[in-house]
């Protein structure tokens, strides 16, 4: 089992930044791949970003390339979403995500995720 506990949300002017941490404990040792998504308020869940196993390959949907960045450190079994010239449309809740069964590959669906945070609130006001 893996535990993950995401923190650094909150009500952001247009333009502004935020980062997001998620913490994981339980078996750290085995986690794979590590996300993030969101669901906006009447939206369907969507990908974020990715991590692979080593840190460094990076996925990331259209809409957030070159403005969010995805990084991981192993030493706080933890990962983080620096988030830089938000816009109104991320407003959302958001999820850190972690895969434990496949070695190679980094997923950008959700259902190929075991564990799942509870997610923290990001307002983005315009």
């Known amino acids: 089992q893996v535990q993950l506990v995401e923190s650094g949300g909150g009500l952001v002017q247009a333009g502004g930044s935020l980062r997001l941490s998620c913490a994981a404990s339980?078996?750290?040792?085995?986690?794979?791949?590590m996300g993030w998504f969101r669901q906006g308020p009447g939206k369907e869940r969507e990908f974020v970003a990715a991590?692979?196993?080593?840190?460094?390959?990076?996925y990331y949907a259209d809409s957030v390339k070159g403005r969010f960045t995805i990084s991981r450190d192993f030493a706080k079994n933890t990962i983080y979403l620096q988030m830089n010239s938000l816009k109104p449309e991320d407003t959302a809740i958001y999820y850190c995500?972690?895969?434990?069964?496949?070695?190679?590959?980094?997923?950008?669906?959700?259902?190929?995720?075991?564990?799942w945070g509870q997610g923290t609130q990001v307002t983005v006001s315009s």
């Open positions: 995500a972690a895969d434990t069964s496949k070695f190679y590959s980094i997923p950008t669906v959700g259902y190929e995720y075991e564990f």
């Open positions: 339980g078996r750290t040792f085995s986690t794979n791949a």
């Open positions: 991590i692979g196993r080593s840190g460094v390959i990076t």
